[in-house]
């Protein structure tokens, strides 16, 4: 199955329900890792064309990143980084997109791991469908205009989590490591 023909996001269309102060916090942190950290890879990813050996490093961390987002939306404790990609290798993606372990090895090449064919099209389709059918702006904070909007956003989401009862210090740990 390629990219363009996998369900994003299917929960959040199903109806899924999460309590309203669980969900405020999942969605904004699920927001800054895609926000902060998946934008980054994709550049690294594209920028990285004369480095095979880093693209490899940066597209297995975008896929672990995204088992990490797709554990918090489904209300999943997190686990270690060190597990994400044999946990999404075994069992996929279910919040993020329906996707399963062999849809992810195709989508972020990982044959060519193994000395197959190396091509990192398939994962710049997936980013894209996944930020337009994100449910909110995720502004790109690596260019000028970014960075307002960034802080556009951040504000919108302290507001959100007033309403919701939340304190948006809980993004706090996530903005020290990005």
Known sequence: MNAADISVFPQVRAGHARPVTAAVEAWVQAAWLMLAEGRSYI????????????QSAVKLRLLEQLVDVDNRLAGRVPVADAHC??????????????????DLIEIFALAEEFGGPSSHDEIFVFWERLLEAFPGELPDRLIAQG??????????????????GLDIGFLAPFMKEA
């Open 147 to 164: 960075q307002r909007d960034m802080l556009v956003t951040l504000r919108s989401w302290a507001v959100l989590s007033r309403a919701a």
């Open 85 to 102: 990609l044999a946990l999404g290798l075994e069992y996929g993606l279910q919040e993020v997109a329906q996707a399963s372990g062999t």
């Open 43 to 54: 550049e690294d990813i594209e920028g990285g064309t004369d480095q095979p050996q880093m």
